[in-house]
């Protein structure tokens, strides 16, 4: 049996080749949309992909399954687990097998067996993998998708926060509850091999470790420490992450069927002559690094640095308008292949770099302080502080008379924000702030950065305070 890890960092997504080198058959679990490294590493093995199994109909990113089917002719496995509402509407296209609880199905001689776990979802499956090519009669190790990370466990309550289905969150604390003592049956050997890793949204507390055992995950997960229901449903529906806006796009998209990449118009270039008329419409996003915008920028265009687009591009976006990038031609792939993997195929095209340098159009930058430059103003009420953070962060402690103001959210809630004084943007360690000082500059706030953020000012030995509620 052959077995590969891919993960993708941007995304904290974990994906893995199965394969049969008997046979030189292999399966997907959990692609994302960019398929290349699948069909890169299964050549290199000898293998052909002939299948794409998922766990369960994924809210963060933009399944590569359909894609497989498409390009390379893979037969999908897909759960036809939970309601009506969340059936995959794309499965009649293509050469698929509906998996209920203990169907089986093989790859050459690799068996996996579906596993209901619902509670992330109400159609979440794991999978158990035999060996039986090796010898091996019981299973080795289960994908458990979004259910059992490494140090946590999914959670239950994005239906309802993204997908809007009042009253799901409870409905699936229970159920993961259920599917959690389930897991504690199973034997303590196995390997356990999730489809995320630290930084994910889809869970609270995940470890960096790729993967585990159920024997480790029994003894130190914390997560799977409860035997009451209800202290469990109270646990795990308490200080979960920000749930991304475009996690409701995500679970439309793979439930529907993911364009094809083939089918996705070209991004072309756009005269630089354009460009000021095109950000007064639309999100013109700038990924150069934060210092480099700040130095100058065009106006109303807005910062995201290229290694934050996955995670910040999904709250921010319009995916009903055209975005546009301002890059390079050689740099423009990369910045695609990002946004299309949380589905932002609406690029209306970019403005060459080099092209809008030449014709002068940077002629807008803002300025960084040190907290210890802002503390006065702070302290005296010249200016509003707004702390971009998670809700978390500023509950853990914030600067005194901060206003609690989530990155994530910022764009929807900017005409709520005072404009009588000037503004501070600041964040933990200012890569978040800088971001948020390019979207109030671009809305016509009088803004300044605070540099090195919450890290700088506790480092001036500076004071903060702490709230344990939600502020308003």
């Given at each position: 049996m052959f077995l590969k890890y891919f993960y993708d960092p941007a995304l904290a997504h974990a994906s893995y080749l199965v394969g049969c080198q008997k046979t030189g058959e292999a399966v997907v679990?959990?692609?994302?949309r960019n398929v290349d490294p699948y069909l890169e590493a299964a050549q290199r093995e000898g293998l052909r992909i002939v299948g794409s199994a998922e766990t369960h109909i994924h809210a963060d990113f933009v399944s590569g399954?359909?894609?497989?089917?498409d390009r390379d002719g893979a037969k999908l496995y897909l759960s036809d687990e939970g309601p009506a509402d969340w059936k995959y509407l794309y499965a009649d296209q293509y050469d698929a097998q509906l998996l209920k609880h203990g169907d089986?199905?093989?790859?050459?001689?690799?068996?996996?067996?579906?596993?209901?776990?619902?509670?992330?979802?109400?159609?979440?499956?794991?999978?158990l993998l035999t060996d039986e090519g090796g010898g091996a009669t019981e299973p080795m190790g289960i994908f458990t998708g979004d259910f059992v990370f490494v140090g946590s466990i999914g959670r239950p309550d994005l239906l309802e926060t993204a997908a809007g289905v009042v009253g799901s969150a409870e409905v699936g604390a229970r159920q993961l509850y259920h599917s959690m003592r389930r897991f504690h049956e199973l034997p303590d050997h196995l390997q356990v091999w999730p489809?995320?890793?630290?930084?994910?949204?889809?869970?609270?507390?995940?470890?960096?470790?790729?993967?585990?055992?159920?024997?480790?995950?029994?003894?130190?997960?914390?997560?799977?420490?409860?035997?009451?229901?209800?202290?469990?449903?109270?646990?795990?529906?308490?200080?979960?992450?920000?749930?991304p806006y475009y996690f409701a796009v995500m679970k439309r998209v793979n439930k529907v069927g993911p364009e094809l990449i083939r089918n996705l118009a070209p991004?072309?270039?756009?005269?630089?002559?354009?460009?000021?008329?095109?950000?007064?419409?639309?999100?013109?996003?700038?990924?150069?690094?934060?210092?480099?915008?700040?130095?100058?920028?065009?106006?109303?265009?807005?910062?995201?640095?290229?290694g934050s687009l996955v995670q910040w591009a999904g709250f921010l976006v319009d995916y009903a308008q055209p975005i546009y990038l301002l890059t390079d031609e050689a740099a423009l792939p990369e910045h695609l292949r990002r946004l299309r993997s949380i589905g932002i195929d609406n690029v209306g095209g970019y403005f060459d770099v080099q092209k809008v340098q030449q014709a002068g159009l940077r002629t807008q930058s803002y300025s960084s302080r040190a907290p210890?430059?802002?503390?006065?103003?702070?302290?005296?009420?010249?200016?509003?502080?707004?702390?971009?953070r998670a809700l978390t962060e500023f509950q853990a402690g914030h600067i005194p008379g901060a206003e609690y103001r989530f990155l994530g959210k910022l764009l929807r809630?900017?005409?709520?924000?005072?404009?009588?004084?000037?503004?501070?943007?600041?964040?933990?360690?200012?890569?978040?702030?800088?971001?948020?000082?390019?979207?109030?500059q671009r809305a016509g706030f009088d803004v300044t950065n605070m540099a090195g953020g919450l890290n700088a000012w506790l480092a001036a030995g500076l004071p903060l305070t702490s709230s344990h509620s939600s502020p308003a």
């Open positions: 679990i959990d692609p994302g399954s359909r894609e497989l089917a089986v199905f093989r790859i050459g001689n690799v068996k996996l067996e579906a596993v209901h776990t619902p509670g992330h979802t109400p159609e979440h499956l794991s999978f489809a995320h890793g630290a930084g994910s949204a889809c869970g609270k507390g995940l470890g960096a470790v790729p993967s585990s055992t159920v024997g480790y995950e029994k003894r130190f997960n914390p997560a799977l420490q409860f035997h009451d229901e209800q202290q469990f449903v109270d646990y795990i529906l308490s200080e979960q992450p920000e749930t991004v072309a270039a756009v005269p630089p002559t354009e460009l000021e008329q095109t950000a007064e419409r639309y999100l013109v996003i700038d990924p150069s690094p934060a210092a480099d915008f700040m130095e100058a920028h065009v106006p109303g265009t807005i910062n995201i640095p290229s210890q430059e802002l503390q006065p103003r702070i302290e005296r009420g010249e200016v509003t502080l707004l702390d971009v809630e900017i005409g709520n924000i005072d404009r009588s004084k000037p503004v501070v943007a600041q964040c933990q360690g200012g890569g978040r702030s800088a971001i948020a000082t390019s979207l109030l």
